[in-house]
Nanobody, 118 residues
Framework: QVQLVESGGGLVQPGGSLRLSCAASGIDISVYNMAWYRQAPGKQRELVATFTAVGTSDYADSVKGRFTISRDNARRTVDLQMSSLKPEDTAVYYC????????????WGQGTQVTVSS
């Protein structure tokens, strides 16, 4: 059974930092493009950051310079370090994986809530 389990969410003040972690089981993430998405109340789910299987990363313009995505294939984890957090970063954050050979093999985590508020 494949699972992506996020952790690390919580309440943080504006300007603060949080580190989200996604732990994968049942798959070898070295053959997956991995990503973090987020969904704020009343808004569509949006792509935050990607880290491909070949080692490239990219970010949404809204988080560039503040967020850093990393992955550890041996530990099967994908992390998102978030700094200089803003109230508009408040959302449920989801981990996502897509197999590089079988694009239809995609998986989502259950999400972790991040709330940025004073």
């Amino acid at each position: 059974q494949v699972q992506l389990v996020e952790s690390g969410g919580g309440l943080v003040q504006p300007g603060g930092s949080l580190r989200l972690s996604c732990a994968a089981s049942g798959i070898d993430i070295s053959v997956y493009n991995m990503a973090w998405y987020r969904q704020a109340p009343g808004k569509q789910r949006e792509l935050v950051a990607t880290f491909t299987a070949v080692g490239t990363s990219d970010y949404a313009d809204s988080v560039k310079g503040r967020f850093t995505i990393s992955r550890d294939n041996a530990r099967r984890t994908v992390d998102l370090q978030m700094s200089s957090l803003k109230p508009e970063d408040t959302a449920v954050y989801y981990c996502y994986g897509q197999n590089i050979a079988w694009a239809q093999h995609t998986y989502w985590g259950q999400g972790t809530q991040v709330t940025v508020s004073s």
